[in-house]
């Protein structure tokens, strides 16, 4: 079977390094690619713009549409290709809870399958089950995350950081509160505190430090190449092509 691929974002960079794997593939079809800007040719596509997404998926019928843009663009287009029962891998971050109750329930209502995740490497699903042994066996020492990224990121934290911190809370028996950054007098609490540094080209590093008395661990994650990213959407956007209607999470697709 051949799955039919729509990308959203496909002039940022991670919509180009998608472009690449997903043309690299021989059971993808590449049919349609969103932008602000349209125009472009990639392939056998003209690039259009998202203005005009409903009529171009009602056109090429895609099986899966993949969005790496921004978070508000991603609602959009999230409930754009529901409604046309175009299923979803949504790799952008910085959602609020109101935008991802949003999309969720877009995804019920035009019965699609979907992904949501703010990081589609294999080696951070590995890294989010590591954090979340060592959080139960080092329950009640101090946890501090802190990523870094490039100087073009937008959000802040990141979307892989707060993930971290969920999946460390629900492993500890009494939740923490997260603290972002800290100035002037800043006692520490029971908390776990997350700190973004931006720079450069960094594709995306991720610590978790347990330090506790007498000793102390780190959990780290570093990706080298966005690639890491770009296959792992890619791989998933196979899964999600063969799964029944529902909101999955990588862990669903790693289980098989
Ligand atoms: N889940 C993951 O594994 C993962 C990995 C890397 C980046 N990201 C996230 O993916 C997103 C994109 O990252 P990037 O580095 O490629 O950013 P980027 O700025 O290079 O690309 C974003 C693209 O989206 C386009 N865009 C904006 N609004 C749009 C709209 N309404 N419709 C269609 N396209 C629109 C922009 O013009 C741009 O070309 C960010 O949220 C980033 O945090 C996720």
Same mark, same amino acid.
């Given at each position: 079977?051949?799955?039919?691929?729509?990308?959203?974002?496909?002039? $940022?960079?991670?919509?180009?390094?998608?472009?690449?794997?997903?043309?690299?593939?021989?059971?993808m079809?590449?049919v349609? $690619?969103?932008?602000?800007? $349209?125009?472009?040719?990639?392939?056998?596509?003209?690039?259009?713009?998202?203005?005009?997404?409903?009529?171009?998926?009602?056109?090429?019928?895609?099986?899966?549409l993949?969005?790496?843009?921004?978070a508000a663009?991603?609602?959009?287009?999230?409930?754009?290709?529901?409604?046309?029962?175009?299923?979803?891998?949504?790799?952008?971050?910085?959602?609020?809870?109101a935008?991802?109750?949003?999309?969720?329930?877009?995804?019920?209502?035009?019965?699609?399958?979907?992904?949501?995740?703010?990081?589609?490497?294999?080696g951070?699903?590995?890294?989010?089950?590591?954090?979340?042994?060592?959080?139960?066996?080092?329950?009640?020492?101090?946890?501090?995350?802190?990523?870094?990224?490039?100087?073009?990121?937008?959000?802040?934290?990141s979307?892989?950081a707060?993930?971290?911190?969920?999946?460390?809370?629900?492993?500890?028996?009494?939740?923490?509160?997260?603290?972002?950054?800290?100035?002037?007098v800043?006692?520490?609490?029971?908390?776990i505190?997350?700190?973004a540094?931006?720079?450069?080209?960094?594709v995306?590093?991720?610590?978790?430090?347990?330090?506790?008395?007498?000793?102390?661990?780190?959990?780290?994650?570093?990706?080298?190449?966005?690639?890491?990213?770009?296959? $792992?959407?890619?791989?998933?956007?196979r899964?999600?092509?063969?799964?029944?209607?529902?909101?999955?999470s990588?862990?669903?697709?790693?289980?098989?």
């Amino acid at each position: 079977m051949t799955v039919r691929i729509a990308i959203a974002g496909i002039n $940022g960079r991670m919509g180009h390094m998608i472009t690449e794997t997903v043309l690299a593939q021989p059971d993808m079809q590449l049919v349609a $690619g969103f932008d602000l800007q $349209g125009g472009r040719a990639v392939d056998r596509i003209t690039v259009s713009e998202s203005k005009d997404m409903d009529k171009v998926l009602k056109a090429t019928k895609p099986d899966v549409l993949i969005d790496f843009t921004i978070a508000a663009a991603a609602v959009q287009n999230a409930k754009t290709a529901a409604a046309n029962g175009v299923n979803l891998i949504v790799g952008t971050t910085g959602f609020d809870e109101a935008q991802k109750a949003e999309m969720k329930r877009a995804i019920e209502s035009g019965k699609v399958a979907a992904i949501i995740s703010p990081n589609f490497s294999v080696g951070v699903q590995v890294f989010l089950k590591l954090l979340r042994e060592a959080a139960k066996r080092l329950e009640g020492c101090d946890i501090e995350i802190v990523e870094a990224h490039h100087n073009k990121k937008k959000d802040a934290p990141s979307g892989t950081a707060l993930k971290a911190a969920d999946v460390i809370a629900s492993a500890l028996s009494e939740k923490p509160k997260y603290v972002y950054g800290r100035e002037g007098v800043a006692p520490r609490g029971k908390e776990i505190g997350i700190h973004a540094v931006r720079g450069g080209d960094i594709v995306g590093d991720h610590t978790v430090l347990f330090a506790c008395d007498g000793e102390r661990i780190e959990v780290k994650h570093q990706a080298h190449s966005r690639q890491a990213f770009a296959s $792992g959407a890619v791989k998933a956007a196979r899964w999600i092509a063969a799964q029944r209607p529902g909101l999955y999470s990588m862990d669903d697709m790693f289980r098989e």
